[in-house]
């Protein structure tokens, strides 16, 4: 294991997918002394790796897709790039739409969507009800499909830029803890960690949904509030055919794809309270289970062989924050709302770009600063499941 170096260029809290991919951005372009702590065993033990797997392009703002342009490319190429497959499975997202609102707002995604260059189909309802097949949707009106939208393996991403940062020379060390910022003269000096101090003027908070804590003590509130999503795996249906896309009842929050033999459902409970239990909520798995049978009648018959609670890392306006804040040397790179693993690949780029250039260059996220939001100057993005 490494030891724990006195000092470091730049310090990353945080070892799941942002954390990973930014040390492998930095270290890769040559940045020194780079050091990320995990205060997990394992790195990607967070959100991570309780994460569906879903990559896409269909989301409804600008940013969120340029973001998905540049980001499943990288995962396409992360193998050739990092050593590691990322067994993606171009298997693409179906958005079935019941609801006359929905449709109108979807069918403007889609525009969007085209005029940034990705190609997205629109789909009648009848088309819909062939491809999600054999679930039923006989409501529905219309929908988006994109085959270039898929699954990937989050554990996979992680290790491989975690082992490609590391032959880059950076540190990445796992049961240690950040547990308070020293801060003079709103400069960042200091990491205390649960195993000793480090030297530092750059902190860059990749710490999932539990980025908020160590903003307190010096002063900075960090709007990333943790929110319990759950999914569970079905036991095999040799019934599903093969090419059974990732499919979304958006109306219901409700999404199904195929997972090793069996099928993986996840369905957002919108009552659900900001809080850090990870438990899985079996009553509100019973109401799932009622509501994904109606769609997927297969599932009657069927067990279920894992489930799995983890958090979603919300901010305000459902975007993520990424760069400096207030306080000197103090960086963010959270708040990715239930979408962070397909951006991984590109934000820790921009991360990197953002420590070493002064700015992001492959793609502008100036919009996405921390002041947005004492500035009023909030993304929605509709398309969050
Ligand atoms: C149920 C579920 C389904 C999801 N499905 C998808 C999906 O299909 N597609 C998609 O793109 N995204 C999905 N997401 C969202 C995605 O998982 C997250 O946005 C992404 O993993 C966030 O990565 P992260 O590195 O910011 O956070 P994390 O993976 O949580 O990493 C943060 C790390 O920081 C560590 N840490 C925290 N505090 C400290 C500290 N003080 N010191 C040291 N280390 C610390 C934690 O242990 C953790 O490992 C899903 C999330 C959930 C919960």
Known sequence: MSKLPKTASVVILGGGVMGASTAYHLASRGFKDVLLLEREPFF????????????????????????????????????????QSALVQKC?????????????????????QHV??????????????????PCVFPDAL???????????????????????????????ITNCSAIGIDVSNNQVRKVQTSLGTIETKTVVNACGPWSASLGNEI????????LRRQWFVSEALPQLPPTFP?????????????????????MSNHNEKFGEDQNVNSEWELEHIEAAIQRMPLLENSGIQARQAGLYEMTPD????????????????SGFSGHGFMQGPICGKLMAEILIDGEATTIDVSMLDYNRFAEKRLIPEYNVV
Not at 46 to 55: E, K, P, V
Not at 144 to 171: K, Q, T, W
């Open 44 to 83: 990607g033990m967070g959100a991570t790796s309780r994460c569906a797997g879903g990559i896409r392009h269909q989301f409804k703002t600008e940013v969120n897709i340029r973001l998905s342009q540049a980001s499943l490319p990288m995962i396409d190429a992360f193998e050739e790039e990092t050593g």
């Open 92 to 112: 693409g997202y179906l958005f079935a739409l019941t609801l006359e609102k929905d449709v109108e707002v979807f069918r403007k995604t889609v525009e969007l």
């Open 116 to 133: 940034l260059g990705v190609q997205t189909e629109w789909l009648s309802g009848d088309e819909v009800r062939q491809l999600a097949a």
């Open 142 to 172: 219309a929908g988006s499909f994109n085959a270039e939208d898929g699954l990937a393996d989050p554990n996979s991403i992680v290790m491989g830029y975690i082992n490609a940062a590391r032959r880059y020379g950076a540190v990445c």
């Open 219 to 226: 002063g900075l509130e960090i709007p990333v509030f943790p």
């Open 246 to 266: 990732f499919v979304i009842d958006f109306a219901q929050s409700l999404y199904f794809h195929r997972e090793g033999s069996g099928l993986l459902s996840g």
């Open 318 to 333: 459902a975007h993520p924050i990424i760069g400096p804040t207030p306080v000197e040397g103090f960086h963010l790179l």
